[in-house]
């Protein structure tokens, strides 16, 4: 028999796995915001899968992992085991092979359990989409595989001190001599960064601007390549971030993808696949929290009667579900257009990221809010949501540099 609501509400409290189980289990409370509707059968397994997962292996642990900033590979090993090392990576290199929306799908799920986790876990597949798609047979074989079990995990570096959103102005230079490059400068804000084997690194090889640049893949451990202290930060704590630094790194001619020039390109596209995960983290931290929102309603009594009957709170919760389900419809959107390889994909992979990380931060604030002085405390989930899931406005392309994205393609039609 289910549990009275009053002890599932105190449960997420003093028992998260047990919490964790029935709320991330409850997909059907409400039929207008389940995220299994308009999913083929397969995609409702992979989704059953990553909720499972996320509710016993990932929401149990998730404040501790944010409270003492554990970076938790054997858990992201175990999730790699049910093919979530490599979720749009060809098999033949180990990946699982599915589509944008099966990955945007699975995303969602696991970030019910721990947003933080989730995302750098998108970071990681990103990077390695980019070698599978980018690089020579020779080094597909030599990266994919380990990076899909996660026996080795991937960091995406891009961003500089000085180049954050104007990304084609970096200035981490690699000079070519001979059969390596020199590679000198440095990365800021790297997610996985001291603890990741494998760097995605975009540099330049060339002239100023975007044709100038050029993708490497670096190794830790490589003479030259090393980081800048742990960051401390608001949310996200359960990856490491930290500044990446090049002095005289040299790294052979053989772990550049693609050709000279190509890099910035290759950074590009990753980024519209990135822009579609992080926004697919956003919407399993919003339905965790319309969740959690919906059983404190119930559950807390003011002046004598439940917050539920509270007709504006009902109003703030209904418009919670409505701004839910549009950010996933537009996700997943998005996500087939990608996939499929239309024209339009990457303003709309924009307009995605823009409206679902915009709207998901609403809607888990608003779930704080909602909880009054609890959620405030550590004790209750809401408050990481809303931590973790703040950044999503900011990284893989701010949302101010998405409009831009978007009304530059509205005047240039």
């Not at 554990?70 to 790699?80: L, Q």
């Not at 597949?125 to 079990?149: A, H, K, Y």
């Not at 975009?202 to 030259?224: A, N, Y």
Request: aromatic share 8%; glycine share 10%; charged share 20%.
């Amino acid at each position: 028999a289910e549990r009275p609501r009053s002890a599932m509400a105190m449960a997420w409290r003093v028992a998260p796995r047990a919490a964790a189980r029935l709320l991330l289990g409850r997909r059907g409370i409400a039929s207008c915001i389940d995220p299994s509707v308009g999913l083929t059968e397969d995609q409702k397994e992979f989704q059953k899968v990553a909720l499972d997962f996320a509710a016993k292996e990932m929401a149990p642990y998730m404040a501790e992992w944010d409270e003492k900033e554990i970076f938790p590979v054997e858990t992201m090993r175990k999730a790699a085991q049910l093919g979530f090392g490599g979720i749009y990576v060809k098999p033949d290199v180990g990946g699982s092979g599915l589509s944008r929306l099966d990955t945007s799908v699975i995303f969602e799920a696991l970030s019910t359990g721990c947003t933080s986790t989730t995302a750098y876990m998108s970071i990681h597949n990103m990077c390695v989409w980019m070698i599978d798609t980018f690089g020579s047979e020779e080094q597909r074989r030599r990266f994919c595989p380990s990076l899909c079990t996660m026996e080795k995990f991937a960091s995406y570096c891009l961003t500089e001190p000085g180049s954050g959103s104007d990304a084609a102005s970096l200035l981490t230079s690699a000079q070519r001599k001979g059969d390596t490059y020199v590679l000198n400068g440095s990365k800021a804000f790297i997610s996985g960064g001291g603890d990741t084997d494998v760097y995605v690194v975009m540099c330049r090889t060339g002239g100023p601007g975007p044709k100038g640049i050029s993708c490497l893949v670096l190794e830790k451990g490589m003479p030259g390549l090393s980081f800048g202290k742990k960051e401390k930060k608001v949310g996200w704590n359960s990856q490491p971030t930290r500044a990446v630094v090049f002095e005289d790194c040299v790294v052979p001619v053989g772990n550049r993808l693609g050709a000279e020039g190509q890099g910035f390109s290759i950074a590009m596209q990753g980024l519209n696949g990135g822009r579609i995960n992080i926004a697919s983290c956003s919407l399993g931290a919003a339905h965790a929290s319309v969740l959690l929102a919906q059983e404190h309603l119930t559950v807390r009594k003011q002046f004598g009667e439940p917050l539920a009957n509270n007709q504006y709170l009902q109003f703030r919760l209904a418009e919670m579900a409505t701004r839910l389900l549009a950010a996933r419809l537009m996700v997943r959107n998005a996500a087939r257009a990608l996939q499929d390889g239309r024209e339009d994909a990457a303003v709309l992979c924009s307009m995605a990221k823009l409206f679902a990380t915009d709207e998901c931060f609403g809607i888990c604030n608003q779930a704080l809010q909602m909880h009054g002085g609890y959620g405030y405390l550590k004790d209750y989930a809401v408050q990481q949501f809303v931590r973790d899931i703040r950044v999503h406005q900011i990284l893989e392309g701010t949302n101010e540099v998405m409009r831009m994205i978007v009304a530059r393609n509205l005047l240039q039609g």
